[in-house]
């Protein structure tokens, strides 16, 4: 199988693109949801739902053309990487906050912004940097 062959000799910049591209906008669709939940109380919850649609599209774009995929791609996604990074601060943040702080966490943990939820975003993030090094199918 060409995909199998091409995956294990680190040919995967397509592949890699196609999964950044499908799992940014869902993913940006579920932190709208969620953050609309929260009534959009911190101007930051706005950043993952304007870059969830861009990086989509990069994703694409990283799928047919090569240098799209070694540009824009991998800028957007380090962009992606680090608002996640800024997003588990934020939401542990809230957590603390929350009366009883860490004292309580078994509770303000549950009940707070989940934790390690924006640990999605550093994903894909990392899903499209790594598109940009991987080498390209033939």
Known sequence: MKTLRDFRRGRMQRLLSAATAASALPLGFEIFVNHYGGSFGNKWMWTPVVLSPALSAAGVAGVVSERAAKTVL????????????????????????????????????????PALAPGALTMVGGIGLAASLARRER
């Open 74 to 113: 991998p800028a957007l996604s380090a962009v992606f990487f680090l608002d996640g990074a800024a997003g588990v601060f934020f939401h542990l943040r809230g957590a603390a906050r929350k009366p009883g702080g860490f004292k309580e966490a078994t509770y303000n943990l549950v009940m707070g912004p």
